[in-house]
């Protein structure tokens, strides 16, 4: 009896479940570190030698963190970059801000951001950023952000390490904002608690060889995020897995780096700290990024009411280089929202970095499905029935890739 397909359902099911077991992915969160373990074993299993490179990142241990209002309180999560308040909380009028013209009158105030509906994912996006600094400028004691959206659950947002902590900022359901935005007209106080420690921390980005030819093919994945991120990450953990077990055996001719990047949430930092020790470019003969969301279950919403459908989330997307795009349109033709191939998107995933050090032939798939930065992105988000025939496109774009390697050897760059 042969081994078993690494592209098998119930390898990819055993793959996902394993991962949302290891529950919070948070950087340097203890999720996190088991996370990394078991892909290091897996790594070495397949014969890869692995380095470790550190990324130091904040970690918050939240004691209190709340809103109160007069006539209700609701827990809040704290948000990066972390300021807190002290266990006392601070106490002052709320303002709605839904647009920056209503930010002047934050004021000494605590700014609610109201987000218009859509999925959220970064301070950084156009529908965040140019609130929240409206509001700093204003002069805000701090902000809540309220991310109406599909799940009307908490988002946690992508932020940079870099940025300094201007004013305490936290996340509140939108489930739970009515009786706040109520009190919001009568300009009565609330108080606002992000009692918490704020301690360094580090989380690790692995970075995997398996020295044979003289040309590369590369894969990376992200493996941290805010949450347990079944769909966000795991999805591409799963992927990442399978496609190195495949490589080795399909490809005994090729060397095969293979990179796991902590810190993804602060800005893909953990990406950028070791891109400079990837093969050079010019050996690369193709980089394939298992990026976010890459099959989530999808859902009918209908008169208040959401449904769980056999399909996968279409909110989702192929970005490739000019040098991939029209074997990504094959390769990916018939998976829905998949068909869409459009040139590598800077700020929205680690293969942006890759596509700017000159990385020619270059592939990611990036998704956004319902539950992404939610607490609900857990295990029943996920099936690997709607992942494998993903993963198994991932794989006839990388054949292709090889392919165009062979008959041009020196086109890596093109």
């Known amino acids: 009896m042969g081994m078993p397909s690494p592209f098998a359902v119930e390898t990819l099911q055993a793959d996902l479940a394993r991962h949302?077991?290891?529950?919070?992915?948070?950087?340097?969160?203890?999720?996190?570190?088991?996370?990394?373990?078991?892909?290091?074993?897996?790594?070495?299993?397949?014969?890869?030698?692995?380095?470790?490179?550190?990324?130091p990142v904040p970690v918050f241990e939240p004691i209190d963190c709340r809103l109160q209002g007069e006539h209700a309180q609701a827990p809040v999560y704290a948000q990066a970059p972390y300021a807190t308040t002290g266990p006392e909380g601070w106490s002052a009028?709320?303002?709605?801000?839904?647009?920056?013209?209503?930010?002047?009158?934050?004021?000494?105030?605590?700014?609610?951001?109201?987000?218009?509906?859509?999925?959220?994912?970064?301070?950084?996006?156009?529908?965040?950023?140019?609130?929240?600094?409206?509001v700093q400028a204003a002069g805000a004691r701090a902000a809540v952000i309220v991310p109406t959206g599909p799940t009307d659950d908490v988002v946690a947002f992508n932020a940079r390490l870099d940025a300094p902590a201007a004013l305490p900022l936290a996340v509140l359901a939108p489930?739970?904002?009515?009786?706040?935005?109520?009190?919001?007209?009568?300009g009565l106080a609330v108080r606002l608690l992000l009692h918490g420690r704020v301690q360094a921390g580090s989380t690790d980005t692995l970075c995997a060889r398996l020295r044979r030819g003289p040309r590369w093919l590369c894969l990376s994945t992200p493996r941290t995020g805010w949450f347990t991120c079944a769909s966000e990450r795991g999805t591409g953990t799963a992927a990442f897995l399978a496609l190195a077990a495949w490589a080795v055996r399909r490809f005994p001719e090729h060397s095969l780096f293979a990179m796991n990047t902590g810190a993804h949430?602060?800005?893909?930092?953990?990406?950028?700290?070791?891109?400079?020790?990837?093969?050079?470019?010019?050996?690369?003969?193709?980089?394939?990024?298992?990026?976010?969301?890459?099959?989530?279950?999808?859902?009918?919403?209908?008169r208040g009411q959401s449904h769980p459908l056999p399909s996968a989330d279409s909110n989702r997307f192929t970005m490739a280089t000019p040098a991939l795009h029209a074997a990504a349109e094959q390769a990916f033709a018939g998976l829905a929202g998949l068909e869409l191939v459009r040139a590598p998107v800077g700020t929205a995933s680690e293969l942006g970095a890759v596509v700017e050090r000159g990385y020619g032939r270059?592939?990611?798939?990036?998704?956004?499905?319902?539950?992404?930065?939610?607490?609900?992105?857990?295990?029943?988000?996920?099936?690997?029935?709607?992942?494998?025939?993903?993963?198994?496109?991932?794989?006839?774009?990388?054949?292709?890739?090889?392919?165009?390697?062979?008959?041009?050897?020196?086109?890596?760059?093109?």
Do not use: C, N
């Open 20 to 55: 949302a077991g290891f529950g919070v992915k948070v950087s340097a969160s203890r999720g996190d570190a088991a996370t990394a373990a078991w892909i290091e074993e897996r790594l070495a299993a397949l014969g890869f030698s692995i380095e470790r490179h550190a990324t």
């Open 93 to 134: 009028p709320l303002v709605v801000v839904r647009t920056a013209a209503d930010a002047p009158g934050a004021r000494g105030a605590i700014a609610m951001i109201v987000l218009p509906h859509g999925r959220h994912a970064s301070l950084a996006s156009p529908p965040v950023a140019p609130l929240l600094q409206a």
């Open 175 to 186: 489930r739970l904002a009515a009786p706040f935005l109520a009190q919001a007209t009568t």
């Open 265 to 302: 949430e602060y800005h893909f930092a953990g990406a950028h700290a070791v891109l400079a020790s990837a093969p050079p470019p010019a050996d690369v003969a193709a980089w394939a990024h298992l990026g976010a969301g890459l099959a989530a279950r999808d859902r009918l919403e209908f």
């Open 362 to 414: 270059a592939f990611a798939v990036l998704g956004l499905p319902r539950v992404f930065h939610t607490p609900q992105d857990d295990l029943p988000a996920v099936d690997a029935a709607l992942l494998a025939p993903v993963v198994q496109a991932h794989a006839r774009l990388i054949e292709a890739a090889l392919g165009m390697d062979a008959v041009t050897p020196q086109a890596a760059l093109a």
